[in-house]
């Protein structure tokens, strides 16, 4: 096999024409701070990829749907770590088949290099990712377990149903 065409690499990316058409690779920046699922999902076709397939457990969902207390769903991930990108999709497929249920769900990206130093993940204690915690009426009452990330809205339901209304 003989090159198509000459490969220029640079810290940007890469760059190469093919057929009189040039194509570019660029890096893409990793997601920080606070992010929407939307952002997420735009930014990461492996994200959306997951997240397409990923088919939430509808009993768990219709449970979501009728908290009527404030629930609010806090995620650390870092966008470079390689369990975020198998676990936090099935989580963003999960707001998506919310809709409009009262559960709110809060996405904050983390640097791979002092992850417990940024403020916002030292003021939840966070040391690792992924970590989801779940609120209710602003108090936490639980963090998603390892284990849970492969139906986080069940467990959810399991966290909500140790959580007694105030």
């Not at 040039?22 to 997240?51: I, K, S, V």
């Not at 990923?54 to 806090?74: I, S």
């Not at 940024?118 to 209710?136: M, Y």
């Not at 009452?141 to 390892?146: F, L």
Request: charged fraction near 25%; hydrophobic fraction near 40%.
């Amino acid at each position: 096999l003989a090159p198509a065409s000459r490969l220029s690499v640079g810290k940007e990316g890469a760059a190469f024409e093919v057929g009189g058409r040039r194509g570019e690779l660029r890096a893409t920046p990793h997601l920080l701070g606070a992010r929407t699922g939307t952002e997420m999902l735009a930014h990461d076709a492996y994200y959306r990829f997951l997240a397409d397939r990923f088919q939430p457990d509808p009993g768990a969902l219709e449970r979501l749907r009728a908290e009527a207390r404030d629930v609010r769903v806090l995620t650390f991930f870092g966008s470079w770590c390689p369990h975020c990108r198998d676990h936090v999709p099935f989580l963003l497929k999960t707001e998506q088949a919310l809709g409009r249920a009262r559960v709110r769900f809060d996405f904050y990206g983390l640097p791979r290099a002092g992850m417990s130093a940024e403020p916002e993940a030292a003021k939840w204690g966070i040391t690792g990712v992924p970590t989801s915690i779940l609120l209710v009426d602003g108090r936490e009452v639980g963090r998603i377990p390892n284990d849970g990330w492969s139906h986080p809205e069940q467990s959810l339901v399991r966290l909500l149903g140790g959580a007694s209304a105030s």
